[in-house]
């Protein structure tokens, strides 16, 4: 699977409140409209501006705070095609799993790539291309690919059980 799209650069620490604002919790439930707001307190051009396919590059825990998956689900409404971090917060990154967003532990990127540049991410062969270079990454488990390239747990499951 391949994911080619602009780099959106954050730092460390990018918490699910900012992903996805607390203020909306109990408020928004439809994913689309969960989009709109993704980002909207740390860089407020984000939901507006993202495409399909566009990626988030991060520094380390990405994803911290509270465990709601909103934050994955939003990123994921919004056609984010995957988050690239030198770490993240574990429930973070399984919530993003389950919504079928593909998240990449890797450091190296980091300090080379700019905010605009375009990437590509080649989930199967564990590489990032990009004008910079190319840069490795442990490969996610096959059954993790699966789930992503399904579009989530729930479709996976129902896939597997036969009732598409």
């Not at 408020?27 to 396919?53: C, I, Q, W, Y």
């Not at 990437?119 to 789930?147: A, N, T, Y």
Request: charge should be neutral.
């Amino acid at each position: 699977m391949r994911i080619k799209g602009r780099v959106w650069k954050y730092g460390d620490d990018v918490n699910t409140d900012v992903i996805f604002p607390g203020k909306y919790t109990y408020t928004v439930s439809d994913p689309n409209e969960m989009a709109r707001h993704a980002l909207e307190d740390l860089d407020p051009s984000f939901a507006k501006e993202a495409k399909p396919g566009d990626v988030i590059v991060a520094g380390k825990n990405f994803g911290c705070g509270s465990s709601r998956e909103q934050a994955a689900t939003c990123l994921k409404a919004l056609g984010i095609g995957a988050v690239i971090a030198k770490s993240f917060a574990r429930i973070f990154y399984r919530n993003a799993i389950n919504q079928g967003l593909p998240v990449v532990q890797c450091s190296a990127i980091y300090d080379l790539i700019d905010k605009g540049e375009e990437i590509e991410i080649d989930l199967d062969e564990g590489k990032i291309f990009s004008q910079k270079g190319v840069f490795s990454f442990p490969l996610l488990p096959e059954f993790v690919r699966g789930i992503i390239e399904d579009g989530g747990l729930i479709p996976h499951i129902r896939k597997r059980l036969g009732k598409v």
